[in-house]
């Protein structure tokens, strides 16, 4: 009933790093879109993000119609990332961690 954009770093069409920062911004639009639709259509019952960091959160801020209930990520006393803790805090985001 979650579903979640895995990670914020795409790939090109035979697995390359996008050439440019712009192009991971639209692939990273396009696919929210997608989520967007899937949770009006009713697929979903919450969309949410992987491994967002505050650049990225802060940039899908910009372009969703939906923010993300959840966002999930390596949170440990080994990874502290407080930072995100706080801006997820701050906007209603739910953290769900894991740790290694």
Known sequence: DLCLVH?????GPYGEPHA????????RAGT?????QAFDAGVCR?????NYMVK?????????????SVLQLEYSPMAPLQDVADLCRQ?????Q???W
């Not at 990225?56 to 801020?61: A, F, G, I, M, V």
């Not at 906007?91 to 953290?95: L, N, R």
Request: charged letters at 25%.
């Open 7 to 11: 990670w914020p770093h795409g790939k």
């Open 20 to 27: 440019t920062a712009e192009e991971s911004v639209v692939e």
């Open 32 to 36: 929210w879109r997608a989520l967007e």
């Open 46 to 50: 919450a969309i949410g993000v992987s």
């Open 56 to 68: 990225h959160l802060l940039e899908l801020e910009r372009y969703a119609r939906i923010q993300p």
């Open 91 to 95: 906007k209603g985001i739910i953290i």
């Open 97 to 99: 961690a894991f740790a």
